[in-house]
């Protein structure tokens, strides 16, 4: 192999550029020519395909984002958008990929090999933590770190006015966000998609603390849980007590953004540079992670069909605690 490409795809997240310049700077030590593709799959379709060099990609582990840029492409979806993207690499002479992203990236990049045979390794860049086959995603470090931040300076104010706070955080499909910051936030109460809890517990627990005296609540709810976002939560819990004084706030997009963690740019760099190995040693088709603080390659199939459990142990954490 003497030609490959990265890219990043779908929401971006903290340590994406750490995680690009380790495949760059990992290409160049062993001989081969590195092209950056912007915009995910739609730039590929559309040949923005640019050689990047180890100074294309100086002075960015620290810089939140991607250099790359990212999109959804609607027409990579088609068989004539896959056929035009092959047809951009093979005037590139590319042939094989590092591909950063999430499931619908790797969903992608399986059928793309499987239609046209470019090889491809997969690093795991979201802020959701939601991949099977490692313990941490590209960019999860830093979005609870964000998010926990936010929640910090709720509960400063939760406190001084003797409110109940409903603080959504992302999560569409993943608690993996709202429990570590339900557990360092002090929350009393934590809804996430993977566990039904009831509307019915969530006011009764609520009205058990305030028999207790309790004037303050933090209740932490992931964007896509059952009983709906932070919005639809409050407003049945205070049609239940009207009396509570209740306010939400959704701390949205500043979670994708930001200077990356240490964690995660020591990840980025670690999941980078096995990701070209991997191509290189004859690899396609799978995910580059770490399990155990282990790195193991797990095939794009098992990532985007099994499903990663929740921590129950850290649920009954955050039940102990609020008490």
Known sequence: MKRIGVFTSGGDAPGMNAAVRAVV??????GIEVYGI????????????????????????????????????QRFQTKEGRQEAFDQLVNHRIEGLVAIGGNGTFTGAELFEREFGIPTVGAPGTIDNDLYGTDYTIGY??????????????????DSHDRAFFVEVMGRDSGYIAIPCAIGGGAEIV???????????????LQVARKRQKSSFLIIVAEGDEEGNATAVATKV???????????????????????SAAD??????????????????????????????????????CISRKKMINQGFMRMVEILSV
């Open 25 to 30: 700077r990992t290409a160049l030590y062993h």
């Open 38 to 73: 912007m915009r995910g799959y739609s730039g590929m379709i559309k040949g923005e395909i640019v050689k990047l060099d180890s100074t294309s990609v100086a002075n960015i582990v620290q810089r939140g984002g991607t250099i790359l840029k990212s999109a959804r492409s």
């Open 141 to 158: 470090d830093t979005a609870v770190n964000t998010a926990l931040d936010a929640i910090d300076k709720i509960r400063d104010t939760a």
């Open 191 to 205: 809804l996430v998609p993977e566990q039904v809890q009831s509307i019915d517990t969530v006011i009764e627990t």
């Open 238 to 260: 205070k049609e239940a007590i009207p009396e509570m004084d209740a306010r939400v706030t959704v701390i949205g997009h500043i979670q994708r953004g930001g200077a990356p």
């Open 265 to 302: 740019r020591l990840l980025a760099s670690q999941i980078g540079i096995a990701a070209v190995e991997g191509l290189l040693n004859g690899m396609r088709n799978v995910m580059a992670g770490i399990v155990d603080r282990k790195l193991v390659y797990t095939p794009f199939q098992e």
